[in-house]
C-alpha cells in the first residue's frame, strides 16, 4: 500500500462523493470502508439500488475524502470473484460483528464496489 494512503487505513470511515445521474449535483455519503493498495472497497446493502452506485454506474469519476485529504477516483463494480471474496474478507476484518451488531448477512450479501484512487 502506498505510504501515502497507509496513514488512512484504519480511519472508521471516508465521505464517498458521487455525481448525480439526474441533477448532475454532487452527492457525499458516509460510509465504511478498507484500503487494499490504491483500491477503496465499500459495500452496499442496497445492492445496485442505492443512489450512490446508480451514480457510479452512470458516471464512474467520484471523489473520496478522509480525513483532510480528498482523492479523485473511479469506482466500479466488484465483478471478480477473487476481488469480490477479497473485498468481503478485508470488510469483515476491519469491522468485525459484535454481540451488539451481527454483520454476517451484511458482508455476505451486501454489494462490493471498488474505487480506483488516483494518487
Request: hydrophobic share 40%; with cysteine; aromatic share 10%.
Amino acid at each position: 500500500m502506498s505510504t501515502n494512503l497507509q496513514v488512512f487505513a484504519h480511519e472508521d470511515f471516508c465521505y464517498l462523493t458521487t455525481k448525480g445521474r439526474v441533477s448532475g449535483r454532487p452527492h457525499t455519503i458516509e460510509i465504511w470502508y478498507v484500503l487494499n493498495g490504491p483500491t477503496l472497497y465499500m459495500l452496499s446493502g442496497g445492492l445496485d439500488k442505492a443512489d450512490w452506485v446508480k451514480n457510479i454506474l452512470h458516471q464512474a469519476d467520484v471523489t473520496v475524502k478522509i480525513k483532510d485529504r480528498v482523492f479523485p477516483g473511479q469506482g466500479r463494480l466488484v465483478k471478480d470473484v477473487e476481488e469480490d471474496t477479497l473485498a468481503r474478507q478485508l470488510i469483515a476484518n476491519k469491522y468485525p460483528s459484535t454481540d451488539e451488531e451481527d454483520l454476517t448477512e451484511w458482508y455476505r450479501d451486501a454489494l462490493p464496489v471498488a474505487v480506483d484512487l488516483t494518487i
